[in-house]
């Protein structure tokens, strides 16, 4: 896991400085906010935290429902499965499915020097980071039982 916050950090300031002129000209704090992290279209703490377990329960229940058989699942069906869960999940909380896709990222938007960046809005932070931890322990403990 600190590999992984380590590495979604290290892209994050990657990201920044291939885009380093376009975040100076932009003037919306939340669109630059929204480059690094999750956000939930509307913010309901409670709503956004289930709606993070579920999504992140479903990619890890099915990856695991195939792990006894890792042909019958690769790179392109996880991609695809990842970006069901974004297109029927997306909008209520930014899916993370990743405490590392969140945390690693936003901790670089509140380090970088970048103009006019406003919050890191750290009072929602714990949901995509929570949420998917507890979604995938839940799936884990599930898709062992089942297989």
């Known amino acids: 896991l600190l590999g992984e916050m380590a590495g979604a950090f290290i892209g994050a300031v990657v ?3 291939a885009y380093k002129k376009q975040f100076d000209a932009g ?37 695991l429902s195939f792990g006894p058989h890792p042909v019958d699942i690769g790179p392109l069906a996880v991609g695809l499965l990842v970006l069901g869960i974004g297109a029927s999940l997306g909008g209520p909380t930014g899916y993370a499915i990743n405490p590392a896709r969140d945390l690693g990222p936003r901790i670089a938007h509140a380090l970088l020097p970048i103009k006019g960046k406003g919050s890191s809005d750290w009072s929602y932070s714990w949901v995509p980071i929570a949420g998917p931890i507890v979604g995938g322990v839940l799936a884990g403990l599930l898709g062992g039982a089942v297989y």
């Not at 906010?33 to 939930?40: A, K, Q």
């Open 27 to 63: 003037e919306e704090p939340a669109f630059k906010l929204g480059v690094f992290s999750t956000g939930p279209e509307v913010r309901n703490y409670g709503w956004n935290f289930v709606t993070e377990v579920v999504g992140t329960f479903v990619l890890v229940f099915v990856v």
């Open 15 to 17: 990201m920044f400085l």
